[in-house]
């Protein structure tokens, strides 16, 4: 079956600009989390929805980051005024109902490049 | 707040030989435990998991793990490694708190040379 889908796979932008990374979930699953992956970082926690609210905000690293989840399904990871410290691979997963022994699945990322 | 340290940041075998990656994580309540791995040009994907019960649980592809509450760790091993196995490994842990989220370790990478 179709696993999570994130675009675009790749966007280089220039400082100052506003970028926004898509996610569609595993279809029937009600979790969805947004991670960093930073070169010798390993993956930052950044935002974790049930449904469509975010009870965990606590890893978007500054107010220029924001998340939001529309239908229970499709999430939007929106960056403001970019950074080059911003650069990174942004992963989405998702799981079943967001128990902590619902494994994660993960897409294939979004690699931002901010110039 | 929860942590996960993997001791081993680079790592090269040769094939056939055995393979031990340390995993330890600071939380004392009950946890859940993971390794992911990410091969190369891949995305992340499960490679076990520990809930309870049985503390040495096996995964894909010859994988195991232990789980020692008593040293809070969680070391992955493969008897007898192969050129395939070559990607970055990522312990996790979930326990505690209202979001079980997924809490990373920063890697492992490992290359097996033929």
């Known amino acids: 079956g179709a696993g999570v889908s994130q675009s675009p796979s790749n966007k280089v932008t220039e400082k100052g600009k506003d970028v926004e990374l898509r996610c569609d979930p595993i279809s029937g699953h009600t979790a969805l989390y947004w991670y960093r992956q930073s070169l010798g970082q390993g993956l930052e926690f950044l935002i974790y929805?049930?449904?469509?609210?975010?009870?965990?905000k606590s890893g978007l690293p500054s107010d220029r980051f924001s998340a939001e989840r529309t239908g229970g399904s499709v999430s939007t990871l929106t960056i403001q005024r970019t950074q080059q410290e911003d650069s990174a691979v942004y992963l989405c997963a998702s799981s079943l109902d967001g128990r902590g022994n619902s494994p994660l699945h993960f897409g294939n990322g979004t690699r931002l490049t901010v110039t | 707040a929860q942590s996960v340290s993997q001791h081993n940041h680079h790592v090269i075998l040769s094939e056939a030989a055995s393979l031990e990656l340390g995993c330890n994580y600071s939380y004392g309540g009950t946890v859940n435990l993971f390794w992911y791995v990410q091969y190369p040009g891949q995305h992340l994907q499960l490679l076990l998991k520990y809930f309870s019960g049985d503390p040495l649980v096996k995964g894909i592809k010859g994988f195991e793990a232990e789980f020692i509450k008593s040293k809070f760790s969680f070391n992955l091993r493969k008897p007898s490694v192969q050129w395939s196995d070559t990607a970055e490994y990522f312990c996790?842990?979930?326990?505690?708190?209202?979001?079980?989220?997924?809490?990373f370790g920063t890697g492992t990478l490992l290359a097996v040379q033929p």
């Open positions: 929805f049930q449904g469509n609210s975010a009870p965990d």
């Open positions: 996790a842990v979930t326990g505690g708190g209202a979001t079980n989220k997924l809490i």
